[in-house]
């Protein structure tokens, strides 16, 4: 399938408004489309069927699934998309969504010193009315922009439609094996081979990989911790660490995800009371901002030769479930021509409510960049 056909393919549906999702993981150039042949709104909440799964930050909401077999699915590999350029503006902030932000974050804060939380995830959005609204022109140059991010675009016309560019991996399973990312801890980047870090980053980082290590342990074993490594995500550093594990036999899907999500990267520790904060105070709803989404379950064979002399007849096929799910960051919806962007950032005791203002605003640049 050629660029021009598989685009013009995916804008005729989204005329029909039927639901679809398109989408590339990172640090690959392949571009995969799902289109679903209906306007049914399938849901799930047992992670057992095969399709894409669309996952709200609280998962008591059901998941949004398009199921494998009312979609048609096709797939490009491409290095750069055509796109107009356009001459992208600064995102003017609201001196009251500063305030309120602020305030915010002080209540944080104050609730860690009274000692109900350890650590919090804090969040607000940012509206801005955009000239060119066409969601498929955004995913194009968000392609174009962001390798290292899971990039998609996705919509259903009884929920809506969101765009992103999310650095973050919620986890990754192949057969029994288990890959997921503690991911936390922002700076701007600013072109130097070995960023320091400081004590209040490293320590809201570590708090998320003793998390993913501690739930994930009733339902996997050989849990392997990386050194921890900082990465680029557009213009900004995150600090990383990568854990890999194998699931025991007696354990699904549905356990680890509930058991993992949200993890303290975007909700906080101890999870029930940062997630009861957020919901309290947080005076919007999240709605699919840091849910997840990605592939549930998809059936995937490859073939392997025991003897390389004797190919036809020891050829097999080892057929390997796999899912991958992404966290719904860096991310926006699109309402009518407006875009309402999704940022927030990890609140311990020693934050500074001004700079966690300015880390959310750095954050709208990784959208805003793409928008005018
Ligand atoms: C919550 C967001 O990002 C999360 C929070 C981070 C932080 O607090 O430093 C870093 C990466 C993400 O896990 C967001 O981008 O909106």
Known sequence: MTEDSFFETLEAHYTKQLPFVVYSRPINSKIKCWLQNDTVLHKTDSFTESGFVFSPFNLEDK??????EACLISEIEIDALETDQIDSIDIIEDQLDKIQHIDLVSKGIKSIENGDLEKVVLSRFVSKSLQDANPISIFKRLFNRYKNAMVYCWYHPKVGLWIGATPELLLKVEGKQLTTISLAGTQSYRRVSKPTWTPKEIEEQQIVTNYIKAQIQPYTKQINVSEVDTIRAGSLL???????????????????????????????????????????????????????????????????????????????????TKSNFYVNLRCMQLVNNTAQIYVGGGITKDSNPEKEWEETVNKTRTIGSVLN
Do not use: Q
């Not at 998941?63 to 494998?68: A, G, I, N, R, T």
């Open 238 to 320: 995150h600090l990383k660490t990568k854990i890999t594990s194998l699931i025991k036999d007696d354990s699904d899907l549905k356990s680890i995800l509930e058991a993992l999500h949200p993890t303290p990267a975007v909700c906080g520790f101890p999870k029930a009371n940062a997630k009861d904060f957020i919901l309290e105070k947080e005076n919007y709803n999240r709605d699919f901002y840091t849910g997840f989404l990605g592939e549930l379950n998809l059936k995937e064979s490859t073939t392997r030769n025991t003897n390389r002399r004797n190919v036809e007849n020891n050829a097999y096929a080892v057929v390997k």
């Open 63 to 68: 998941s949004v699934l398009f199921p494998k």
